[in-house]
C-alpha cells in the first residue's frame, strides 16, 4: 500500500479528511478491478489452475486498506 501513500496524503490536503480518503479508496477499488480484470484473462489460459498467483495476497491487503479507508472517512463525519 506504499504506492497509495503519497495519493492519499495529497487528496487529504486537496480534498479534507473524509473526501481524501473515499478519494483514495476508489482510486484503489479500480486499480484493483484492473488487476482482478488481468488474473481473469491470465486464468482463461489453458495453464494449471491450481496455482494461487502471487498477486492476490497483494490484492487482498489492499482490499483491507481500502475498508479501513472507509471506514475511518465514515468515522471522520
Known amino acids: 500500500m506504499n504506492e497509495y501513500r503519497d495519493l492519499l496524503e495529497n487528496e487529504l490536503f486537496r480534498s ?10 476508489l482510486t484503489i477499488l479500480t486499480d484493483m478491478l484492473i488487476e482482478l480484470n488481468a488474473l481473469e484473462i491470465y486464468y482463461q489460459k489453458p495453464v494449471s489452475k491450481s496455482i494461487l498467483p502471487a498477486e492476490i495476497g497483494a490484492m487482498r491487503t489492499k482490499i483491507e486498506a481500502v475498508k479501513q479507508l472507509v471506514h475511518e472517512s465514515i468515522a471522520v463525519e
Open 16 to 25: 479534507g479528511e473524509s473526501k481524501g480518503r473515499l478519494r483514495t479508496a
